[in-house]
């Protein structure tokens, strides 16, 4: 039991991911954060920012790729775990609605997801990528819906792109122009998370958001299709 505790602590902790898995751990992580339900609790924007920061070590570990190339293939990874998610939302996504919470899964994050979608209609999966836990569960929410699969590509792409790129940039650029940036490594995580999960967290706190419920047995896929006009 510690052994998980303590791994579950090295996964929430970008510098470690940076230090010890390279590209193929950041790879992995940014794909379960972005299509598997079990992944929300990942790190994908502190990450992809310290990423950034340790560019120039991440290429040398990685054959010497080009910084341009190490950001294609994170966002790649952005774009097939979104249609992991989205598969999981056309196949099973109605299910879970009526699925009880459990650790790693709840049901209260795919109703505010659900709501996020409705609001911002397909747009919504790129918006999403920029919000912890919302970014999680858009791609199924989208599967559930039943959004059209090559609009839901485009806005997939564009959205990766645009995560990925700017995050990792900003931080390329940043941890060049001022090098000692290494050093307060643990201040910038804490100051992303609050700033990335802030619109997430006044949601919890001032917003509702409503559960019927039977949500599960009212609807089906092919019925909730206003999201995809």
């Given at each position: ?9 090295h ?15 950041l ?12 992944g ?28 341009i ?14 249609i992991v ?8 996504g109605?299910?879970l ?8 899964f709840?049901?209260?994050h ?10 911002h209609g ?7 990528r ?30 990766s792109?645009?995560?990925?790129f ?8 940043l941890?060049?122009?001022y090098?000692t ?6 201040l910038i995580v804490?100051i ?15 917003g509702k ?6 949500h ?7 019925e909730?299709t206003?999201?995809?006009k």
């Open positions: 039991m510690d052994q998980i505790i303590e791994l579950f602590k996964l929430i902790n970008p510098s470690w991911i940076i230090e010890h898995g390279g590209l193929y751990l790879v992995a992580i940014i794909f379960a954060e972005t299509g598997l339900f079990v929300f609790f990942l790190p994908g924007d502190s990450l992809l920012f310290l990423a950034g920061i340790y560019g120039k070590e991440l290429s040398a570990s990685f054959y010497d790729a080009p910084f190339v190490l950001m294609l293939l994170i966002a790649l990874a952005g774009v097939l775990g979104n998610g989205f598969w999981f939302g056309r196949k099973s109605p299910l609605f009526s699925r009880k919470d459990t650790f790693l709840k049901k209260k795919l109703f505010q997801a659900k709501e996020f979608f409705d609001k397909g747009g919504a999966i790129i918006l999403a920029f919000l912890p836990i919302i970014r999680t569960f858009a791609p199924i929410v989208a599967g559930i819906v039943g959004m059209e699969r090559k609009k839901f590509m485009v806005y997939n792409v564009v959205g792109i645009s995560w990925v700017s995050m990792m940039l900003a931080g390329y650029f941890g060049n122009k090098p940036i290494k050093n307060h490594l643990e804490i992303l998370i609050l700033i990335t999960t802030l619109p997430v967290l006044l949601k919890l706190v001032f958001v409503k559960v019927p419920h039977d599960a047995k009212e609807n089906h896929p092919d909730l206003e999201s995809n």
